[in-house]
């Protein structure tokens, strides 16, 4: 039966028809209805139960003689199933308009499992699984081992004595050319190298107070471990010779604070 036949069928039936007659769980189920004589139908939304769910909105389609109304459902659940039916406005050709009763459609699903099928049974469970003895020798062998290592190793080093480390050279460094320097416009040079040659003899006296911090962070730290040194002196001097690298300054000038780093070097030296 083509599409034009079904729906004349339809339009002579005057009730719902379910197509196809027995599906089967999850098949499409095309539901409709006629209305002979109908000039139009306004079609409301069908609501969905626990085992048909709508798949479309509801249409309506024009036919021969009135006005077939579509719904698309699927069904999830073997069985014959009664499905409410929603109310229609029906539009007759004089103008008058009626709310036809939607009625109860019926739709019977055919299973897709065989007859008898169903899942099987579960097991019991497993019992424990068997744990094998912990076998403790080769454990045992391996303290033993270790400890054995260790006592040899230590009288042996108790036999030979501990051996004196060797004293690292001491660097030296042949004073610079501070006046040679001078005399060639070097006067930032002459200040970076009094500059470091003051911060070495700081480092050797006190160790704490090494290259990598910087003169602010020297000088507090001397005021919390040397108080007693010419703290002022030292700033005045590292300051001059940080404003001679980074600042145009006589050549005079730099010399008397480059000087004046030498002589505290010296004397910090002497004093270690």
């Known amino acids: 039966m083509n599409v034009l036949a079904a729906l004349l069928a339809a339009l002579q039936a005057g009730t719902w028809t379910v197509s196809p007659v027995a599906p089967s769980v999850g098949d499409t189920v095309v539901i409709w209805r006629a209305f002979p004589g109908a000039t139009s139908v306004r079609v409301r939304p069908l609501a969905g139960t626990a085992t048909i769910e709508p798949l479309a909105d509801p249409s309506s389609l024009p036919a021969r003689g009135g006005v077939v109304v579509r719904y698309a459902v699927a ?8 499905l409410a039916m929603p109310d229609l406005d029906v539009l007759h050709p ?10 109860t459609a019926r739709v019977t699903v055919v299973s897709v ?16 699984l068997p744990r094998a003895a912990p076998r403790l020798l080769p454990l045992g062998l391996l303290i033993a ?11 042996l080093r108790r036999r030979r004595g501990a051996r004196p480390g060797r ?25 970076a190298v009094a500059a470091e ?4 003899a700081i480092a050797r006296v006190e160790p704490r107070a090494h290259a990598a911090l910087d003169d602010v ?16 002196e030292l700033r005045e001097t590292l300051s001059g010779l940080e404003r001679a690298r980074y600042a145009p300054a006589i050549p005079a000038d730099v010399l008397a604070v480059a000087e004046q780093a030498e002589e505290m070097a010296t004397a910090l030296e002497r004093a270690e």
């Open 94 to 103: 004089d103008g008058v308009a009626e709310t036809v009763p939607g009625d």
């Open 197 to 200: 040659r003051l911060r070495r």
């Open 113 to 128: 499992l065989p007859p008898g099928d169903s899942l099987p049974a579960p097991q019991p469970s497993l019992g424990p």
């Open 217 to 232: 962070e020297c000088l507090a730290l001397l005021g919390e471990l040397r108080p007693a040194w010419p703290l002022d």
């Open 75 to 82: 069904a999830f659940a073997p069985g014959a199933h009664a």
């Open 167 to 191: 004293v690292p050279p001491v660097e030296k460094r042949s004073p610079a050319p501070i006046a040679r320097w001078m005399a060639a416009g070097e006067a930032r040079a002459v200040a």
């Open 145 to 155: 081992a270790a400890l054995g290592s260790g006592v040899t190793w230590l009288s």
